[in-house]
C-alpha cells in the first residue's frame, strides 16, 4: 500500500469509529505490519478504562526502517482527525530487524 492508501484507510476508520486491521507486503522500505482500533469508550474494540468517554484507540507501526514514509501517513491522519495522541517508538529491534512505532489517542 502507499502512504496515501495506508491515510485513506486510517481517516476512514477514524471517522466510523471501526476495529480494523490490514497487512500490506513489502513496498520497497521493508516488511510492514499496521493494525488500530477505534471504538466507543467502553467499547471492547477501545480497550477503555472504567468511567472514559469518547474515542480511544491505537495505532502500531512496524517497519524495516526507523525512518519510513508510512510513519507521515499515520500522523497526518491522526491530525486530520484532530486527534491529541501520544508516540513512542521501540527503536531498531536488531534481532526482530524492525522498528515499532505506537500511536494511542484518547477524544473525549
Known sequence: ???AEIKAVLTGALQDGVALYWQFP???T???LVWGETGPAGGPAADNQPGERGMKGMVEL???LEEDPL???VEEALRGARLAFSWESSGYDRDAGLVKHRWRWVSL
Open 62 to 64: 512496524y517497519t524495516t
Open 26 to 28: 513489502p513496498s520497497g
Open 30 to 32: 521493508g516488511r510492514c
Open 1 to 3: 500500500m502507499t502512504k
Open 71 to 73: 510513519f507521515a501517513a
